[in-house]
């Protein structure tokens, strides 16, 4: 069970990471120093599902960590 929930955990890892990754950079800090200042649109499209699967994926990373805890 330990081995699966293993596995399970660097799968999660990799793909979370790849998500963060994919997503659009915005404006970041840059407009709370100064920057460019930008202007809050809604997410639509692929980068709403690609949101959504983010947040998806980061529950199920925190999930499998607790049940590794507890196993």
């Known amino acids: 069970m330990q081995t699966t929930l293993l596995i399970i955990q660097a799968v999660l890892a990799v793909l979370l990471s790849l ?3 994919a997503q659009q950079q915005g404006t970041g800090l840059s407009a709370t120093f100064g920057g460019q200042g930008g202007f809050h649109t809604e997410k639509r499209g692929a980068e709403k599902v690609l949101s959504n699967l983010t947040v998806v994926l980061a529950v199920l990373f925190v ?3 607790l049940a590794f805890l507890f196993v």
């Open 63 to 65: 999930s499998n960590a």
């Open 19 to 21: 998500a963060i990754l």
